[in-house]
């Protein structure tokens, strides 16, 4: 019974590194796509602007 208890503990501990490291890199890869829309957004702007 301990031991299955234990078990559990890692498995769960497993599972919630797992999920909130791919929720960060989610994260992370959302605020890169983000920050490339501003940066093309203002390129664009920047061209319009001196043409």
Same mark, same amino acid.
């Given at each position: 019974m301990l031991f299955l208890c234990t078990f559990l503990k890692f498995v769960i *501990?497993?599972?919630g590194r797992i999920l909130s490291y791919g929720l960060l890199k989610l994260l992370v890869f959302d605020l890169a796509k983000?920050? *490339?829309?501003i940066g093309?957004?203002?390129e664009i702007e920047w061209k319009i602007l001196s043409g």
């Open positions: *501990l497993c599972l983000v920050n *490339l829309k093309l957004e203002g």
